[in-house]
């Protein structure tokens, strides 16, 4: 073996955003390494949504360097952070309620492949097309709800179909902020398995306060407290760190 390690395929240093007196993240280094689940924790206020957005171009970074797989993305508008294979997932508001699963699918694989008019009746029409939204339907876990009207999914579900739609865009590295939010527990394990399944043919980096969800899931933890990172390591390493357990997990939740 040659003994070098992989490149990350995203290498955050310095990332830094102030929202007038506050610092929501406050020099980030984060390496995130190809086929990783990299759970991202920290409590609430820490700056865990505001590092997403940053990544994903919502947010334009005060200082610091975002690199996909190498290449400098920091300044760059969102659209072309997804055409370099950037994605996350979205709320579902988007999608046509009375339409199902693999249609609504479908047609998130069509905008990906650059039609800027989607066209249902061409997305039901293509057998290509739509053996591809199959194959992203059945990596969420919802093969057996592919012909289900969207509007009749149960939230669960919803969540798992927002997962499709951010799998339809093809993405290297998949932002995930908290899928399992609002979630029950039946509903949060099919996550987990979901997620478990999807591990190794996609990158992700997986924003979550479900700590069973996260020790469960990730390769390796990071930690954010006050927008900077304290801790990264395995699930062994983070839960015995003594700074994570002092600034975050905190008595009575560790
Ligand atoms: N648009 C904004 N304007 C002003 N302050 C903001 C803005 N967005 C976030 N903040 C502040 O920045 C800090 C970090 O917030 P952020 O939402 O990134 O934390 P978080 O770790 O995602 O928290 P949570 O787990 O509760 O979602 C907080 O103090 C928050 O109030």
Same mark, same amino acid.
């Given at each position: ?12 240093r ?13 020099g ?8 990783e ?6 409590p609430?206020g820490?700056g ?13 970074q ?11 993305v920091?300044h760059?508008?969102t ?7 950037l ?33 249902l ?28 009207r ?5 939230h ?20 995930l ?14 996550? @987990? %398995?979901?997620? =478990? ?5 996609t /990158?992700?980096? +997986?924003? $979550?306060? &479900?700590?069973?969800?996260?020790f ?18 395995t @699930? %062994?390493?983070? =839960? ?5 357990? /002092?600034?975050? +997990?905190? $008595?009575? &939740?560790?």
């Open positions: 073996m040659s003994g070098i390690s992989p490149e990350p395929l995203l290498s955050v310095g990332l830094a955003k102030r929202f007038g007196g506050l610092i929501a993240t406050d980030v280094d984060l390496d995130v390494m190809p086929g689940l990299h759970a991202l924790i920290g609430n820490a865990k949504t505001t590092l997403i957005a940053q990544l994903f171009g919502e947010l334009r005060d200082a610091g360097a975002i690199r996909l797989d190498g290449e400098e920091g760059l508008a659209p072309d952070r997804v055409h370099r294979g994605g996350r997932t979205f709320q579902i508001t988007q999608l046509l309620p009375d339409f199902t699963v693999l249609d609504n699918v479908a047609l998130a694989v069509q905008a990906r492949d650059g039609h800027s008019f989607r066209f009746a061409d997305a039901r029409r293509d057998e290509g097309l739509r053996g591809r939204a199959r194959r992203h339907v059945t990596a969420s876990g919802l093969a057996n709800r592919a012909e289900t969207v509007a009749d999914l149960s669960g579900e919803q969540k798992q179909l927002e997962l499709a739609v951010a799998l339809a865009c093809e993405p290297r590295l998949l932002l902020d908290e899928p399992m939010a609002g979630l029950g527990h039946v509903e949060s394990g099919q996550m @987990v %398995e979901t997620l =478990r399944a999807l591990k190794g043919r /990158t992700m980096l +997986l924003v $979550e306060h &479900d700590m069973d969800a996260v469960a899931l990730a390769d390796r933890v990071s930690v954010l407290v006050y927008g900077r990172i304290i801790a990264t390591g @699930v %062994e390493e983070i =839960r015995d760190n003594p700074d994570v357990r /002092t600034a975050y +997990l905190g $008595e009575g &939740d560790a």
